[in-house]
């Protein structure tokens, strides 16, 4: 009995260090994105808005200014830089399509690929509809 008390308190103590040793460790983590600094108000406010409309590739419909992921961060800091850089917003929204794909855009461009992938499930389900319509008219056509 005097063996599992031992080893009961042996794991407690050894939890209780190891998260604080964790904890600590964490606290201590800065990102270079939170310390960032613009040169002027003007271009704090174009990156912020601009971060607000991109999505994080990682997270689930989260902007780069909700998402607190590694990956948002790293990408809200390369937005920052490149408008400070002096960068237009389109500019910016081009290179993020190019690195991630339309997904980080909440506002994808008007393209024949999007048009397809929007297109032929409203035709599918209009062609569907039509012949549902249709053969309801011809078994009530059989009946009478």
């Known amino acids: ?34 310390l960032f600094k613009f040169d002027s108000v003007a271009q704090q ?10 999505r994080c590739p990682m997270c689930q419909n989260q902007n780069l200014i909700e998402s607190n992921s590694a990956v948002a961060k790293d990408i809200r800091l390369r937005v920052f830089e490149l408008v400070k850089a002096g960068k237009s917003d389109s500019e910016v929204k081009e290179y993020m399509v190019a690195r991630y794909g339309e997904h980080v855009l909440y506002q994808p461009s008007f393209s024949m690929k999007n048009a397809l992938l929007w297109g032929i499930p409203i035709v599918l ?11 309801i008219k011809r078994s009530i056509r059989g009946i009478h």
């Open 1 to 34: 009995m005097r063996l599992v008390w031992r080893l009961m308190v042996l794991l407690a103590l050894s939890l209780t260090f190891g998260l604080s040793v964790h904890a600590a460790g964490y606290q201590s983590i800065s990102h270079p994105v939170d």
């Open 45 to 54: 406010k174009q990156a912020i808005h601009l971060a607000k409309t991109l």
């Open 125 to 135: 389900g209009l062609f569907m509809i039509g012949f549902s319509i249709g053969h």
